[in-house]
């Protein structure tokens, strides 16, 4: 049981490329969720999606695109790679069941460093 | 918008109890969460508290919540070298469509 993927791990990007970031769950969740950790901000989060084909934005989505064509895949994408982007990605999922105490299972985590 | 507040670092004896606490700002919030974060990992759910509740104890965890204060505690007893981490406190609120809000976690260094 594999539970939630994200690659790569770390990755540089010089200012103005482009890059996704891959995130796959096998649980057939529902919910799924990109955040970034920066040093003593906690979570913030980009973009969440509710279900294959719906998605939303979050808290700081400028400069970050997503899709969700299928229930397992939720790729971010950065269009335009800036300096402010250099952070650490988390990508995570929930099982909707009507049933506020569940868990949000995470990923390892990507660090992003632009230069 | 809602907040979550946490210190950023708690340093304690091995063997000695930990508490790192809390404090948010929505009023409307249904469960609170602290989640584990190792290093180099992501978070874990370590235990949560629906907010009708004040205390839930777990093995060597201990969760207090003061609803009127909006003030939540973990406590964790004779603490070990392995439980040095991050310790997230998170909050979801009614309408927040299974949205986390997040604290910025705090450090628990365990000293020898």
């Known amino acids: 049981n594999a539970g939630v993927t994200q690659t790569p791990k770390f990755r540089i990007l010089k200012i103005g490329q482009s890059m996704t970031l891959q995130c796959t769950q096998d649980?057939?969740?529902?919910?799924m969720y990109w955040y970034r950790q920066d040093p003593g901000m906690g979570l913030k989060l980009i973009y969440y999606?509710?279900?294959?084909?719906?998605?939303d934005k979050g808290e700081v989505p400028n400069g970050y695109n997503v899709s969700r064509s299928t229930t397992e895949d939720f790729p971010l994408r950065l269009e335009l790679a800036a300096p402010s982007q250099t952070s650490v990605y988390f990508c995570?999922?929930?099982?909707?069941?009507?049933?506020?105490?569940?868990?949000?299972?995470f990923g390892q985590g990507t660090r992003l460093t632009v230069v | 918008g809602e907040d979550v507040e946490q210190s950023l670092f708690l340093s304690v004896r091995e063997g000695d109890s930990s508490v790192i606490n809390c404090t948010y700002t929505?009023?409307?919030?249904?469960?609170l969460y602290w989640y584990k974060q190792e290093p180099g990992a992501g978070l874990q759910l370590l235990t949560y508290?629906?907010?009708n509740m004040d205390m839930k104890q777990d093995q060597r965890l201990t969760v207090l919540l003061n609803k009127k204060d909006k003030h939540l505690s973990l406590r964790i007893a004779d603490t070990q070298t392995g439980d040095s981490a991050i310790y997230f406190c998170?909050?979801?609120?009614?309408?927040?469509?299974?949205?986390?809000?997040w604290g910025a976690g705090t450090k628990l260094i365990i000293k020898p």
């Open positions: 995570a999922s929930i099982y909707s069941a009507g049933l506020g105490g569940t868990e949000a299972f």
């Open positions: 649980m057939n969740h529902n919910y």
């Open positions: 999606s509710v279900g294959a084909g719906i998605t």
């Open positions: 929505d009023s409307s919030s249904t469960y």
């Open positions: 508290i629906f907010s």
């Open positions: 998170a909050e979801k609120g009614e309408d927040s469509n299974y949205q986390l809000i």
